[in-house]
């Protein structure tokens, strides 16, 4: 069993279309995050969800919105994409306020043509 | 501003050799770091953690020094082999502290290559 799965894997589309991506964790952490990492592969968090309440919200555009429907998933939804949207997304989870790590899913590689 | 950041973005190393990876940081406030490896088409992935009331940590071939007088960070990998070629990165949050930032916060990452 994945620990952090996220789907999809890849996602290729054009500007002005709304996405989501899915993520699950079954390790019955408390928290969970999106990470969003750019070509140079700097990581940088988006959002924190901890027992589905919203705990950090980085200065990302209102055009991503994350719903955590229970804490064992959080999904991110992105409206309106734009090129520059164009990253790979981490999932992630963690325990006891991160200590310990954060267990990252595989990453969604979103591709805006 | 918080920031982490590496000294050297790529290191390339001889099978057998020892890997030092470079980390410093500018958070005071931060009391505990972690180092991931990220393998290509991956998530990273936990190698070693740190609390700042500690100074050296062992792991199985990995070992981190933690500098807080001169908010220093290191990883050193014993005996690298070609597994380890991958992407490291270098981690800080308060989290530790009641009332700290729980927030992780990555640094750019230096990409290790093991030559065989």
């Known amino acids: 069993d994945t620990a952090v799965s996220q789907t999809p894997k890849y996602l290729v589309t054009q500007m002005g279309n709304d996405k989501s991506i899915k993520c699950e964790q079954n390790?019955?952490?408390?928290?969970m995050y999106w990470y969003k990492q750019d070509s140079k592969k700097f990581l940088k968090i988006m959002f924190s969800?901890?027992?589905?309440?919203?705990?950090i919200n980085e200065t990302v555009p209102n055009r991503f919105s994350p719903k955590s429907p229970d804490k064992a998933h959080l999904n991110l939804h992105i409206n309106s994409l734009e090129l520059g949207d164009s990253a790979v997304y981490f999932c992630?989870?963690?325990?006891?306020?991160?200590?310990?790590?954060?267990?990252f899913g595989s990453g969604t590689r979103l591709t805006v043509v | 501003g918080e920031s982490v950041g590496l000294h050297l973005p790529t290191l390339s190393v001889q099978e057998g050799d020892n890997s030092i990876i470079n980390c410093a940081y500018s958070?005071?406030?931060?009391?505990?770091f972690i180092w991931y490896k990220q393998e290509s088409g991956k998530g990273p992935q936990f190698i070693i953690d740190?609390?700042?009331?500690?100074d050296k940590r062992q792991g199985q071939r990995v070992t981190v020094l933690l500098n807080k007088t001169v908010k220093h960070l290191s990883l050193q990998i014993a005996a690298t082999q070609p597994g380890d070629s991958a992407v490291y990165f270098c981690?800080?949050?308060?989290?530790?502290?009641?009332?700290?930032?729980?927030?992780?916060?990555f640094g750019k990452g230096t990409k290790l290559t093991v030559n065989p």
């Open positions: 740190i609390r700042s009331n500690m």
């Open positions: 969800y901890n027992n589905k309440e919203l705990i």
């Open positions: 390790l019955g952490h408390d928290t």
């Open positions: 992630a989870s963690s325990q006891d306020r991160g200590i310990g790590g954060y267990t």
């Open positions: 981690a800080e949050t308060g989290g530790l502290t009641q009332g700290g930032s729980e927030k992780l916060v």
């Open positions: 958070n005071s406030a931060s009391d505990y």
